[in-house]
């Protein structure tokens, strides 16, 4: 039976992916390396870690599985229809992933400038309207990149457990497999406190809802840590805040063995 490494919502953060990736055991050709989705925006290398994810995937031996998250499936929107409503949020980190791609340095407050840990930059650096009209319909992106985004799958299943980017909506009187999820973007989106409390079942291994925000007397995973890994009753979530203050998580199935880029 091969081992699994499930990794966390990177965001941009490609340090923080480099270090994970040293911290991790090496994976073979019986291995696979499931990524959870939210490759892109907040953190400075948005273009570089999807680049790297990318590289992975080509180069083995480990098989990679890289999943769509809500932000790849936003920018989707954003190329296909508009979404203004998405780019115009600085919280979103969609001038980073634009600054990323166009090759610029992000702009950093100065001292004490910001709201918080990890703030700071989000606060102080506003895009104008040539940054607008560029994330407008995302025409900054390479088309091969848009090509790879649009082959993201919603969902992974090994003999370990399920994979999705956020989570399984209730449907009816249970939690549906994500293939009978309708409509699959659902398993993108999900912030439901029912999810994490109530599913039971094969085990689901999610990112998307910070860890921190998850019910902390539902983890038996340092539970004194509400910023660590999430472990629930049939689920684990793995998003610890990269690219926005926090650090990268990865979960390794079947020993349950946990790696983190701090």
Known sequence: MGRTL???DIHGDLDALERLLINAPRLGADDTIVFLGDYLDRGPHSAQVIARVRALAASGPAKVVALRGNHEDAWLKVIDQGW??????????????????????????????????????????????????????????PPDVVAWMRELPYFYEDEHAIYVHAGIKRQGEGFPHPSQTTPPSALLWLRDRDFFVN?????VVFGHTVTKSLPPELSTFTPEDPADLWAGPACAGLDTGCGKGGFLTGLLLPERLVYESR
């Open 199 to 203: 599913y039971r079942g094969k085990l």
């Open 84 to 141: 203004f409503e998405f780019i115009i949020v600085r919280g979103n980190g969609c001038l980073d992933t634009l600054r990323s791609f166009q090759g610029r340095e992000p702009k950093v407050a100065t001292e004490g400038e910001g709201k918080g840990e990890g703030e700071a930059s989000l606060a102080r650096d506003t895009p104008d309207s040539e940054d607008f009209a560029a994330m407008e319909r995302g025409a900054f992106f």
């Open 6 to 8: 499930a990794i966390g």
